[in-house]
């Protein structure tokens, strides 16, 4: 199989992901986000371009490349579908080693996402 189909490939399965992400909480939006920006850019410039450019999936792409940085309102939604996927599973009464795991996962992935920087203009 040609490396071009590979890339292609990995676009696209990443893109897939990285929706999964905004709408499921532990499935990170950006990582997914830019690892299809690198393999559309390996594979098709035209799909790469649409990426970077798309209103809502490009800007994290854009901060992420320019400054490291994830915005404001990006953070705080992140954070709290975290606490109320745990509150969830609280409210549920799951076990108590999936209770530390999870929590244990979220508060690095909150350390994570708080520590990096707003991006150059703050909160847009």
């Known amino acids: ?3 071009r189909v590979l890339w292609l ?6 893109i897939a992901c990285g ?3 905004v ?3 532990l499935v990170p939006t950006t990582p997914f986000l830019l690892l299809a920006a690198l393999a ?10 649409w990426l970077v450019t798309h209103p809502r999936l490009g800007p994290p792409i854009a901060d992420w490349r320019a400054h490291g940085a994830i915005r ?9 579908v975290m606490g109320a996927t745990l509150l969830l599973s609280v ?16 508060c690095a ?8 920087p707003d991006g150059p203009l703050g909160d847009e």
């Open 40 to 49: 559309f850019a390996r594979s098709s410039p035209r799909l790469h371009n």
């Open 91 to 106: 409210a549920m009464n799951l076990s108590g080693m999936v209770l530390l795991v999870q929590a244990v996962v979220m």
């Open 19 to 21: 929706i999964a992400g």
């Open 72 to 80: 404001r309102r990006s953070k705080i939604v992140a954070v709290a």
């Open 1 to 3: 199989m040609p490396a």
């Open 9 to 14: 490939t990995l676009g696209f399965i990443s």
């Open 109 to 116: 992935s909150a350390v994570f996402i708080l520590t990096r």
């Open 23 to 25: 709408l499921l909480p």
